[in-house]
């Protein structure tokens, strides 16, 4: 199972990004998927999942801003970003979970894609 996040880059704040994910070597509409970040020196966080069937959910930091998307007719997920904020900047993975719902548990995803910078000036 492989996944490739994409992407990333920098953007001003109150700037947009949309991240992609696809998902190779299983198949994706049976499994929850989920997108988390890292900011330098601080511990991996939740950012927003969506299950198999769609249900989503969102980090309280991000709601209203972000939204989360797959389409399982290509194996790929979205993150669509807005109103990016400097405290948005950090490295973005997407992960695809152990089970077909979602999760805001980073143990219960198996499978990680290596990450995209996202770097929001002020």
């Known amino acids: 199972v492989q996944l490739q996040a994409s992407g990333g880059g920098l953007v001003q704040a109150g700037g947009s990004l949309r991240l992609s994910c696809t998902v190779s070597g299983r198949t994706f509409s049976s499994y929850g998927m989920g997108w988390f970040r890292q900011a330098p020196g601080k511990e991996r966080e939740f950012v927003a999942t969506v299950s198999g069937s769609g249900r989503t959910a969102y980090a309280d930091s991000v709601k209203g801003r972000f939204t989360i998307s797959r389409d399982n007719t290509k194996n790929m997920g979205y993150l669509q970003m807005n109103s990016l904020e400097p405290e948005d900047t950090a490295v973005y993975y997407c992960?695809?979970?152990?089970?077909?719902?979602?999760?805001?548990?980073?143990?219960?995803?198996?499978?990680w894609g290596q990450g995209t910078q996202v770097t929001v000036s002020s």
């Open positions: 992960a695809s979970a152990r089970f077909p719902y979602s999760s805001t548990t980073s143990r219960e995803y198996a499978y």
